[in-house]
């Protein structure tokens, strides 16, 4: 039976039937979570439970949620902790990708997922910084560069990666910049954050407002120039872009105000080229095939990886990684 009622507001009374207020929807958790999920992390699988999971420090924010580096207290057990509200679809991609590529040793492991007061908690692989960290606040204070090696390294990292995401997942990532390249002091390099990835449709993404405007290829700007979509090709630009920036401790092109700016230097402007006097010609062409105005003109990632700024340091290990960072980022791994 209905609850009904009268109330008094400001001398005028109304009626209200309770079982017709309207009521507050409640948040279901995406694909099936729970409160608690099974987690394999290396090696040991164990069940979380959220409240069991306390925040030592906040190691990133950004406008598709928050990473927050965590210990499991029962087992000890450390990891990265994305949280995202429910309500973003990006979510169910960021889960789907980081799940499907977990035995590519260049993406971030990813350990499980659960839901928590209207949340989802994607547990994953900590590492110690981000390359966009790594090189604003210890390189570039310290005048200290990344020697070529190193940079051949990474390069191989992130381009292995995208490969994998192509040629495995069929998958083209779509925001490739230096926050989203991660390393640890082991040596690691790895590509992170799949939230705005796109399946591709016949090679062809179409999408446009995906991924950050500052590392976008001429193509995915220009509307001209994408009528049909666009592919992993536009990847290949901005992985060239991220290793423009993470060589020389700066952005290549100056910040836009508008729009227009952005077209202008972007698509009708000279592409950014690392500077003559500071690096090898084979770093030189590596990174101005990635910048060719005309998408078709770029490197697969096959070709990228058979370049000879890859090939003549292939014997470039984790270790070599390692011993140029560790002394670099220190004790403050979040740094």
């Avoid at 999971?53 to 906040?58: A, F, G, L, S, T």
């Avoid at 040629?167 to 040596?187: C, E, F, M, Q, W």
């Avoid at 666009?230 to 508008?258: C, L, Q």
Wanted: hydrophobic share 35%; proline share 4%.
């Amino acid at each position: 039976m209905a609850t009904k009622g009268k109330k008094k507001f400001g001398g005028v009374k109304f009626k209200f039937d309770a079982e017709e207020a309207p009521k507050r929807e409640e948040k279901k958790p995406p694909g099936g979570l729970d409160n608690k999920a099974t987690l394999t992390v290396n090696g040991h699988e164990f069940q979380v439970y959220a409240r069991d999971m306390i925040v030592i420090e906040n190691l990133g924010r950004g406008a598709y949620g928050i990473v927050d580096k965590t210990r499991h207290e029962p087992t000890e057990s450390i990891m990265a902790v994305k949280v995202n509200s429910t309500e973003d679809k990006r979510i169910l991609m960021d889960m789907d990708v980081a799940m499907r590529s977990s035995d590519c040793v260049y993406t971030v492991e990813f350990y499980g997922a659960l839901f928590q007061e209207g949340d989802v908690w994607i547990c994953m692989e900590v590492m110690d910084t981000c390359l966009d960290k790594l090189y604003k606040n210890k390189l570039k204070p310290q005048k200290i560069f990344v020697p070529e090696n190193i940079l051949s390294r990474i390069s191989f990292s992130i381009v292995s990666a995208l490969k994998y995401l192509q040629t495995r997942l069929k998958v083209i990532h779509r925001d490739v910049k230096p926050s989203n390249v991660l390393a640890n002091h082991n040596g690691k390099i790895k590509l992170c954050d799949f939230g705005i990835s796109g399946q591709l449709v016949n090679s062809m993404a179409k999408t446009q407002d995906a991924g950050s405007r500052q590392y976008m290829a001429p193509e995915r700007i220009d509307p001209d120039m994408s009528a049909k979509g666009y592919d992993v090709k536009s990847d290949v630009w901005s992985f060239g872009i991220t290793m423009i920036e993470i060589a020389t401790n700066a952005y290549p092109y100056e910040r836009w105000h508008d729009m227009f700016q952005q077209l202008t230097q972007v698509v009708k402007g000279t592409s950014p080229a690392l500077p003559k006097e500071k690096f090898s010609e084979d770093i030189q062409d590596f990174i101005n095939k990635c910048l060719k105005k005309n998408c078709t003109e770029r490197p697969s990632y096959t070709r990228l990886l058979e370049h000879e700024f890859i090939k003549q340091h292939a014997d470039i290990g984790d270790d070599d990684v390692a011993s140029f960072i560790s002394p670099i980022i220190g004790d403050t791994n979040s740094s």
